[in-house]
């Protein structure tokens, strides 16, 4: 699972009204290279959620990435090979994602996030 | 049209049909004459509880691949497979599009745990990364993933059942469609219109028996033109693969359209595939 991903992902277990975002715990991680899109990242941008983008990495000993971000950093070079590593270079792939409402942990496991509720959530 | 890719029949070794084991299978099983073609696709992860590429799947791969150049120059950024299986037809559209450079993000979600890995494995052997998350539909996605996806596929489970077997653990949740194999499809709709992007389009396999044009009626009330990219038949059954796109498209409007208030399944049913062939290769 890659940050874009936890990026994205939020709980819908019935009745939470703040199921994002999901807290990180990493047990184990990867890091893959892939070839910097300045266009994707530039895109993708706007829909990212900083707060937990930042935080998620931070988790994992990334510290790269500035507090807070706005669309003038993408002409930064260093900004953006930040930015990709965090979004796309990580591959979590053992942990687990924590419900910011209820504390239920959805687990990640071979890269996978379990977000699937029992019937009680549903 | 060019293909980078191998239109040769799918090395894919099909499984024995247990009886009872897979409804769908037999039902989308066609006459050998019609040959599949897909993009070299290799199963690497084989479970019994994991849906393998059958007619439907090589169908909506062989719409993927018509549509092949539209695609290009829709230049999507995120694609997402709803029941993505044992991975196939995600890890031909991602290695169709043959994005070298990540321009493109691909998600797959699945119900089945041995199905997410299977699409897991899949991808890797084929040297592209597909996100996979287990989930119910998108259902944890959506909030964020809202306007944001520039294609969705969809092998729904649409073969007819009684209502109890939809979304049973396992494969059975692969095809179990229930009233008309409608259940699933009916819940996928309204998810897909809110997951698509303004330039958004939707591949999905249909059944005969799921009304297609009903659907394509459903699909326009919301705002949505369609065409049939493919069709395939049987003696019993044929199979629709339908793309959807949002009306306001000013790229799409070279296209022919799908009228859809005219749209009867009896029209679908005489629609020949020798138009389609001619019209799109």
New interface residues.
């Given amino acids: ?2 940050l ?2 936890h ?6 277990i019935k009745g939470v009204t703040n ?2 975002p999901l807290r990180l715990e990493a047990e184990k991680w990867s890091v893959k290279e ?4 300045r ?2 990242l530039t ?2 941008f706007p ?1 990212i ?1 900083w707060k937990p983008l930042v935080e998620s990495a931070r988790s994992l000993g990334l510290s790269s990435l500035p507090d807070d971000a706005d669309p003038s950093m993408l002409n930064s070079d260093d900004f953006l090979k930040g930015f990709h590593h965090a979004l ?1 270079e990580i591959h979590v792939e053992e942990g687990a994602l924590i419900c910011p409402e209820t504390g239920r942990r959805f687990p990640i496991n ?8 029992h019937e009680d959530e549903v | 049209m060019e293909h980078n890719i191998e239109l040769e029949s799918v090395s894919i070794s099909m499984p024995s049909i247990r009886a009872g084991e897979s409804e769908k299978r037999i039902m989308s099983k066609l006459p050998s004459k019609i040959t599949s073609r897909g993009a070299q696709i290799h199963l690497v992860s084989r479970h019994p509880e994991v849906y393998e590429p059958c007619d439907d799947s090589f169908a909506l791969v062989d719409a993927l691949l018509a549509d092949r150049t539209n695609l290009l120059e829709h230049k999507p ?1 995120l694609c997402l497979e709803i029941g993505c299986g044992c991975g196939y037809i995600i890890t031909s559209l991602a290695t169709m599009l043959g994005d ?6 691909y ?1 797959a979600t699945d ?1 089945n ?1 041995h199905a ?2 299977a699409t ?1 494995k899949t991808s890797e052997a084929h040297g592209v ?1 597909v ?6 539909i998108t ?7 809202s306007r ?1 996806v520039d294609v969705v596929v969809v092998n729904p489970p649409y073969v007819p059942t009684p209502e109890e077997e939809v979304g049973c653990e396992g494969i059975t949740a692969s095809w179990a469609g229930g009233e008309n194999g409608r259940s699933v499809i009916d819940r996928i709709l309204p998810v897909v219109d809110e997951l698509l992007s303004e330039k958004g389009w939707l591949y999905m396999v249909t059944l005969t028996a799921n009304k297609p044009s009903q659907i394509c009626r459903l699909m326009g009330e919301r705002g949505y033109a369609s065409r049939i990219v493919v069709q395939r038949s049987t003696e019993e059954e044929s199979l629709h693969v339908i793309k959807f796109w949002r009306e306001v498209d000013e790229a799409m409007k070279g296209q022919s359209r799908t009228a859809t208030q005219t749209a009867s399944d009896s029209w679908f049913l005489q629609f020949s595939r020798s138009t389609f062939w001619r019209r799109n290769n």
Wanted: glycine fraction near 6%; proline fraction near 3%; include cysteine.
């Fill in positions: 699972m890659r874009l991903t990026n994205m992902l939020s709980s819908n199921g994002y892939v070839d910097l899109n266009d994707f895109n993708i829909r959620e796309l071979k890269g996978i996030p379990n977000m699937l509720l | 950024m070298e450079t990540n321009t493109i993000q998600f119900i745990p997410a890995e897991c990364h996100e996979v998350v287990l989930t119910d259902s944890s996605l959506g909030k964020r993933l944001m």
